[in-house]
């Protein structure tokens, strides 16, 4: 396992030093997922709800998201975000229904972003939360997890479920 990085000689927090780290083109993906009734199911794809179109609200505040990570994260870098995409996929067994959030973000720089695509991922699927807790306050979120990641000093790294 590698050090923590993020302490000073004090062993106080600090921000990283990434001056002197390559420029490289960088990507994460990260899944999560809300667990919801049928009724908000059918809502949601009848575009019944009354706030608006769920998905369309989460997929644009996902991206918001994504680029507002080092505001709410306190050791992230400001990083200049080059793409997200979110894509949502519904998962129903029998009476059990899911919908799969997967965000994807890209820069070119000197730091990842595998906590934009964490960060986007959970801010668009707490936003279907939001959106729908009028019908239904007993969804679930989660697990939230990251998928994959590219580019950088530590290498590619790829998610294997076992």
Avoid at 79 to 108: A, C, H, Q, R
Wanted: aromatic share 6%.
């Amino acid at each position: 396992m590698s050090e923590f990085t993020h302490f000073n000689d004090q062993g106080r927090a600090k921000m990283v030093d990434i001056s002197a780290k390559e420029t490289t083109k960088r990507t994460a993906r990260a899944k999560t997922s809300i667990q919801l009734t049928e009724e908000v199911y059918k809502k949601i794809t009848n575009h019944e709800i009354g706030k608006g179109d769920v998905l369309s609200v989460a997929q644009v505040a996902g991206i918001m998201a994504a680029k507002q990570t080092a505001n709410v994260i306190p050791m992230c870098h400001p990083i200049p975000i080059k793409g997200v995409d979110i894509e949502f996929e519904w998962k129903i067994e029998e009476s059990n229904y899911e919908l799969m959030i997967t965000s994807t973000v890209k820069t070119t720089g000197s730091t990842g972003v595998e906590m934009e695509a964490l960060t986007s991922a959970s801010v668009s699927a707490l936003t279907v939360y939001d959106m729908c807790k009028a019908v239904d306050k007993g969804m679930v979120i989660g697990p939230t997890y990251l998928v994959e990641k590219t580019g950088g000093k530590s290498g590619d790294f790829h998610r294997v479920d076992k």
